[in-house]
């Protein structure tokens, strides 16, 4: 335990490196690490989710990550093109990739009275953490306003045209 102590203590401080340095590769991170810094995948860290992954905040010294927990019905070659993918992605208005962990571990199981020993896998991504939430929050939160700005405008041309329906009723 105290040899995983220190493993996580250098990955965390790559990590904590690679959110101040922009040109910085992505790297491959222990899944212990992604556990300690997300609180145990808590439910209080879910920053989000969809069909395929939970995404958590993941906290590390002064900065913020998020993990991409996937589900475990990916396939692997899914997972390492979204990688490849993402490794090679490079944009002002793209979340940066930090990471990635495919953490495999070995079970034994009783399959009708049989036991067998089948892998378990745990495909994560890390990224940069934007704190102003998704681009589909963002959006929505646009189309909210551009409808109230819509409905306004509405209402002002409606009134503009009763006045001037009434005021030329008037001469």
């Given at each position: ?148 700005l819509c409905i306004l405008i ?18």
């Amino acid at each position: 335990m105290q040899m995983d102590n220190k493993k996580n203590s250098t990955q965390n401080v790559d990590l904590e490196r690679m959110l101040l340095d922009g040109n910085a590769k992505p790297i491959c991170l222990p899944f212990s690490l992604l556990e300690e810094i997300t609180n145990c995948f808590s439910n209080d860290r879910i920053i989000g989710s969809g069909g395929f992954a939970v995404v958590y905040k993941g906290v590390i010294g002064e900065g913020r990550v998020a993990v991409k927990k996937l589900s475990e019905m990916i396939h692997e070659k899914t997972f390492y093109r979204e990688i490849e993918c993402l490794t090679k992605t490079k944009h002002k208005n793209i979340v940066r990739f930090l990471g990635y962990c495919a953490d495999t571990h070995a079970i034994i199981a009783d399959d009708k009275g049989k036991f067998v020993m089948a892998d378990t896998r745990k495909w994560l991504l890390c990224f940069e953490y934007i704190p102003e939430g998704s681009l589909a929050q963002y959006i929505a939160g646009m189309i909210s306003t551009l409808i109230i700005l819509c409905i306004l405008i509405f209402i002002v041309q409606a009134s503009h045209a009763n006045n001037t329906t009434i005021s030329n009723e008037k001469f």
